[in-house]
T-cell receptor
């Protein structure tokens, strides 16, 4: 079992709608979680991090963490074509970040 | 530009050759990480340094791989006797000890023929 699991997608969402990306993790020792965006051929770019249970909002992005269910999610409101990318969920444990395989998101006009 | 930089950005080599990659972290960052990423996968941890000390190496890192960070600033990753399975994107990231978020460089794409 992978430590961080994501649905590989592709997830197709119409422009202007809410995109919901989900992630589960197996290591209860993971203390912090990150969402990175990766465009094709580019390196990952940090867009959100969350350390505590609940919601954290930053502009059009909301990260949600539920440690009891070992579940992390990312909501993208008012989706734009520029949001089309692979989104990597990652957990931090013992000074390392463990990444999921990523969910490919496509925003259709 | 004060972000993480990597050199070269692309490298094509023949099987059996040695290659070396360089990473320059964000200047005040004392932790430096190396990852490898293949198509359709997330980055896989290889090793990390805190200042000049190499604190952890992944089991993925065979004895053909070696990394150094001699003065606690830039780092090098060397692959000896390259194999076709080494073809991947090699990513470097850096962070502060006090923060958990890591910031990535543009990566070095390696193709072994």
């Amino acid at each position: 079992q992978k430590e961080v699991e994501q649905n590989s997608g592709p997830l197709s969402v119409p422009e202007g709608a809410i995109a919901s990306l989900n992630c589960t993790y197996s290591d209860r020792g993971s203390q912090s979680f990150f969402w990175y965006r990766q465009y094709s051929g580019k390196s990952p770019e940090l867009i959100m991090f969350i350390y505590s249970n609940g919601d954290k909002e930053d502009g059009r992005f909301t990260a949600q963490l539920n440690k009891a269910s070992q579940y992390v999610s990312l909501l993208i409101r008012d989706s734009q074509p520029s949001d089309s990318a692979t989104y990597l969920c990652a957990g931090y444990s013992a000074s390392k970040i463990i990444f999921g395989s990523g969910t490919r998101l496509s925003i259709r006009p | 530009d004060t972000g993480v930089s990597q050199d070269p950005r692309h490298k094509i080599t023949k099987r059996g050759q040695n290659v070396t990659f360089r990473c320059d972290p964000i200047s005040e960052h004392n932790r430096l990480y190396w990852y490898r990423q293949t198509l359709g996968q997330g980055p896989e941890f290889l090793t990390y340094f805190q200042n000049e000390a190499q604190l952890e190496k992944s089991r993925l890192l065979s004895d053909r791989f070696s990394a150094e960070r001699p003065k606690g600033s830039f780092s090098t990753l060397e692959i000896q006797r390259t194999e076709q399975g080494d073809s991947a994107m090699y990513l470097c990231a850096s962070s502060l000890i006090s923060e958990r978020a890591q910031y990535f460089g543009p990566g070095t794409r390696l193709l072994v023929l």
